[in-house]
């Protein structure tokens, strides 16, 4: 399945929510609001099927405000460029969203969980092949927004569509 077809886009886009959710240390970052989230029990599949995926991880890009209360992952893709190299293959930009509370930062880890859960995503997709996108490349990341109650962080990783 080529992305050069659009169509085939959101398929391959759910193959980088799987290599997400088969993460558990980022699971439980995500999952679990106290300060000890990685000696907590690992998720199930039927817990990641319906209480992290389109919940904590989305596909859909939109967080409302009743769902800042947890961290939250989304995804956007933000363009998609013919390859200069090889007009049959196109470059595509994806931008990630790291949500999380401000009461929620400190974790029992000499890390902080903004950073903890950037870490962990980087480890998920950083030169990582996802069968039909391509190999990821990135990780750069920015701060988005700051406010009094939450924290958005944006990572950035290419790849270039390939059959």
Same mark, same amino acid.
């Given at each position: 399945? @080529?992305?050069?077809?659009?169509?085939?886009?959101?398929?391959?886009?759910?193959?980088?929510?799987?290599?997400?959710?088969?993460?558990?240390?980022?699971?439980?970052?995500? !999952?679990?609001?106290?300060?000890?989230?990685? *000696?907590? @029990?690992?998720?199930?599949?039927?817990?990641?099927?319906?209480?992290?995926?389109?919940?904590?991880?989305?596909?859909?890009?939109?967080?409302?405000?009743?769902?800042? @209360?947890?961290?939250?992952?989304?995804?956007?893709?933000?363009?998609?460029? *013919?390859?200069?190299?090889?007009?049959?293959?196109?470059?595509?930009?994806?931008?990630?969203?790291?949500?999380?509370? %401000?009461?929620?930062?400190?974790?029992?880890?000499?890390?902080?969980?903004?950073? @903890?859960?950037?870490?962990?995503?980087?480890?998920?997709?950083?030169?990582?092949?996802?069968?039909?996108?391509?190999?990821?490349?990135?990780?750069?990341?920015?701060?988005?927004? %700051?406010?009094?109650?939450?924290?958005?962080?944006?990572?950035?990783?290419?790849?270039?569509? !390939?059959?």
């Amino acid at each position: 399945m @080529a992305t050069r077809n659009l169509e085939d886009l959101g398929p391959n886009l759910q193959k980088v929510v799987s290599r997400l959710q088969s993460n558990q240390r980022l699971l439980k970052l995500l !999952y679990y609001t106290g300060k000890d989230p990685y *000696s907590e @029990a690992d998720l199930t599949q039927e817990q990641i099927k319906n209480e992290i995926y389109e919940k904590l991880i989305k596909v859909v890009p939109r967080v409302g405000s009743k769902e800042l @209360a947890t961290s939250i992952v989304t995804m956007r893709v933000v363009r998609g460029l *013919s390859n200069p190299g090889n007009n049959e293959f196109r470059d595509f930009e994806l931008d990630l969203e790291v949500f999380v509370p %401000l009461t929620q930062w400190f974790i029992k880890d000499s890390n902080l969980r903004p950073f @903890a859960i950037m870490g962990e995503i980087h480890k998920s997709l950083n030169n990582k092949t996802i069968d039909g996108l391509g190999k990821m490349v990135g990780g750069d990341f920015q701060i988005n927004f %700051l406010t009094d109650e939450i924290s958005c962080y944006e990572m950035v990783y290419r790849f270039t569509s !390939y059959d």
